[in-house]
Nanobody, 124 residues
Framework: VQLQASGGGLVQPGGSLRLSCAAS????????IGWFRQAPGKEREGASC????????YVVDSVKGRFTVSRDSAKNMVYLQMNSLQPEDTAVYYC??????????????????WGQGTLVTVSS
């Protein structure tokens, strides 16, 4: 089980980025996928999650209305669309899964498989 997040970069405040989470060795459709972020000097926090059946999605309050999680089954990808980015969104972003087929968004401590992160820098 391998995950890889990509799509990070440098963006100005108010800009947008779309992060992608790709999988190797398994089909993302069967799993809840979470997005986490870790800002410099801070603990990692959950940002968003999409359940295995896309029936439920979750975003943390600080990004509500700005971030949207979605899935493209044909491409075996999960995306995090980030709009109206602010400097406080600067962080390394990771995608992860608990590895249990059919799960909804589990507690953060249940995620077992993590991809390498992608750095998002919001700065003018």
């Amino acid at each position: 089980v391998q995950l890889q997040a990509s799509g990070g970069g440098l963006v100005q405040p108010g800009g947008s980025l779309r992060l992608s989470c790709a999988a190797s060795g398994f089909t993302l459709d069967y799993y809840a996928i979470g997005w986490f972020r870790q800002a410099p000097g801070k603990e990692r926090e959950g940002a968003s999650c999409i359940s295995h059946d896309d029936d439920s999605t979750y975003v943390v309050d600080s990004v509500k209305g700005r971030f949207t999680v979605s899935r493209d089954s044909a491409k075996n990808m999960v995306y995090l669309q980030m709009n109206s980015l602010q400097p406080e969104d600067t962080a390394v972003y990771y995608c992860a899964t608990d590895g249990f087929p059919g799960s909804s968004c589990p507690p953060a401590t249940d995620y077992r498989y993590w991809g390498q992160g992608t750095l998002v820098t919001v700065s003018s």
